[in-house]
Structures are given as C-alpha cells and as structure tokens.
C-alpha cells in the first residue's frame, strides 16, 4: 500500500474537489440547457478545477518542503542543546560521584570534562544554551555543589524554554 504523505493526501483532495466541481458542472449545465450545455459546462468546470489544482498544488508543496526543512533545523538545534545539556550532567557525575571520592578516576573526568566542553562549544548550539552551559561548567570546575545543582537547573531551564517556544 502507498504511504499516506502530505503530498498523497494534497493529490487525493485536488483530484477529488476537479471530480466534484466536474459534476457539478454537469448537473448545473443539464438543468439550465440540457445535455450539450451540461457537457461544455463539465468541461469548462473540469478544466478549471484542473488548472486551479495545479497551482495550489504546487504553492502547498513548497509550502510542505519549507515547513520540513524548517522542522529539520529546529530538530537539530534542539538535539544539540539537549545534548550539551546531558554531557554538562555527565561531567556533573564525574565531579560529584554518588560512589564515593574515588568512584571517578581522574582521567574519566577528564575526559567528560573535554567533551562538555566540545559540546559547549559546538557552533550549532543557540547563544543562551552556550552561556547557561559555561555557567555550569565553570561552577563544575570549582566543584561548587550548590552553585553546580542552580546553574544546572538554569541550563535544563534554558534548554526547555529554547525550544518550547510554538
């Protein structure tokens, strides 16, 4: 079976509503002249479904292409600052491990620490995201656990309020 996409459905509806304004053509032509004006009545309102379906058509169709390359961009930004988002909170288990003092060797952490960091840095990322994250980071560095758990909750805040907007 096809897939039902926009662009099928748009097809489905244009062919429909020349069908419907073709028959309607018909039956208006039949009852105000007979059968020859009901069919160059169906003909005319069938050629000007068709050529009006064409044109909406095509406009609706960019219209689709935009609003996915729209949708594409806005994804990717947005899958961006949530990443930055979960390495900033990796690098934040790494600082304060539930396991102990020694749960973290020192170059784990520092390796979650370069890749917050390259994560942070990423030209993608929006300039909020960006400078709610070197917040965070720079708390992280200090090992500041209450300055580290606000500047988070402001960086998942950002992250939130970035890409809630309609």
Do not use: K, N, W
Not at 112 to 135: I, N, Q
Not at 142 to 163: C, F, K, N
């Amino acid at each position: 079976m096809t897939p039902f996409t926009p662009t099928r459905a748009l097809f489905l509806l244009t062919t429909g509503l020349v069908c419907l304004t073709t028959a309607t053509g018909a039956i208006v032509g039949a009852l105000l002249g007979g059968a020859v004006v009901g069919l160059s009545a169906a003909v005319g309102a069938g050629a000007a479904g068709l050529v009006g379906s064409f044109l909406i058509r095509r406009r609706a169709l960019a219209g689709f292409a935009e609003a996915q390359r729209e949708a594409g961009v806005r994804g990717y930004g947005e899958g961006i600052a949530h990443g930055v988002l979960l390495h900033v909170t990796v690098y934040e288990a790494a600082v304060f491990p539930r396991s102990g003092p020694g749960g973290v060797t020192a170059e784990e952490r520092l390796s979650r620490r370069t890749v917050a960091y390259r994560m942070a840095a990423l030209e993608e990322v929006p300039r909020r995201v960006r400078e709610a994250a070197a917040d965070a980071l720079a708390a992280l560095d200090e090992a500041d656990r209450a300055r580290s758990e606000e500047a988070l909750a402001q960086l998942a805040g950002t992250v939130r309020q970035e890409y809630a907007r309609p």
